[in-house]
């Protein structure tokens, strides 16, 4: 049993999302900025061992979505927002005990953003933006030890996100009857950055069900109490002018079966939420954003061989809901209700190959 739950632990060394997801679609400013943990970084080491993890994800945002309610007119009569957006992770873990770990992930995007009303309104024409975006340190303590934690465990952890990706990146629109090229900001949903410091509370954990069914869960709640980042965002309304820097989240929840005939070989099945509040928890909440939250069905499939795990997970969405946000309450009258929408993906793509290294350094595939 030590020995499944061991192994389980690896084969979902690379199932984990707080250092990785990405909501899907404009409600995401980007890739959510918790860190990798156990579930999702392999931490279950010995001292002084390291884990070494790269994570892709890709989603392609099309759908819009008012509240609840999907605009199916807007793909109809072309004129749906098409958010492409790339995300990879680079995630370093190391064991400094049995219980205590530390992380540093270095996250890279590439996106696209495709529309109409953000040029002329008549010709649909794109606007990108790349490079490096905020990095996140952190640690993390388990909370059961030696015998007590051989059916499972559970651990705890702190972070930081620092606001090292570029949250005022720019790109090439066209303006008016002639299409003039004209150098403005990208869409919040495509900044590289978000411009504050945020400080990310995580748990995660993993206890055996029955034989190789394993129950495992983990999130975190993001805090980012500076309210705007003075980006412009281009919008006609005076409070939405700037862009907020606001609070986000994510939790997961499944069952896991490590398969005995095939060693190595894993498959999950569970649900995530995944979201941006309307209001944050400290500091104000002016500014514009797309709040709002994504439920979905999160099958994955996974193999390990030797100190080598790779993870094929495929969130698909089940229900989409851009809430209604302070500037929206703001601008709504007695007589008219201000609604923003947000364009969300149909599901996301999410691989991941992660190493752990131990302490005497051998070929990964040994």
Known sequence: MKNYI??????LATLGFCQQSMAQGCVAIRQFSGLGNAVGQGNILNQ???????????????????????????????????????????????????????IVSLPFQYNERSSLYEHNRTDRHTTYSSGFSDMRIGAGYWLLSGEKAKKGNTAIGLGLKFPTGDYAATSTFYKGEEETPTELTVDQSIQLGD??????????????????????????????????????????RENEAIMSVPDQFAARTGVFKSFEKIHGLGASLGFRVEGIPVRDVFGGSEGFRRPGYIVSVEPGISYMRGNVTGTLNVPIALYRNRTQS???????????EVHGDAAFADYLINFSLAWRIPKKIESPFN
């Not at 061991?6 to 084969?11: A, D, G, K, M, N």
């Not at 892709?56 to 609840?68: D, I, Q």
């Not at 410091?197 to 983990?218: A, K, R």
Request: proline share 4%; net charge negative; charged share 20%.
């Open 195 to 236: 411009g504050g410091t945020g400080l990310i509370v995580d748990f995660q954990g993993l206890w055996n069900i029955s034989g190789t069914y394993f129950w495992y869960y983990d999130g975190f709640y993001m805090f980012n109490p500076k309210e705007t980042n003075g980006t412009p965002t281009n919008r006609s």
């Open 6 to 11: 061991l192994t389980s632990f690896l084969v």
């Open 326 to 336: 302070v500037t929206d309450i703001e601008n709504s009258t007695p007589d008219r």
């Open 48 to 102: 002084g061992e390291w884990n070494i993890s790269m994570n892709y994800r890709y989603f392609k945002s099309f759908r819009h979505f008012r509240g609840s309610h999907e605009e199916p007119e807007r793909i109809e009569n072309g004129t749906e927002v098409i958010n492409y957006q790339h995300g990879l992770d680079i995630n370093v873990s190391y064991a400094f005990s049995e219980r205590l770990y530390g």
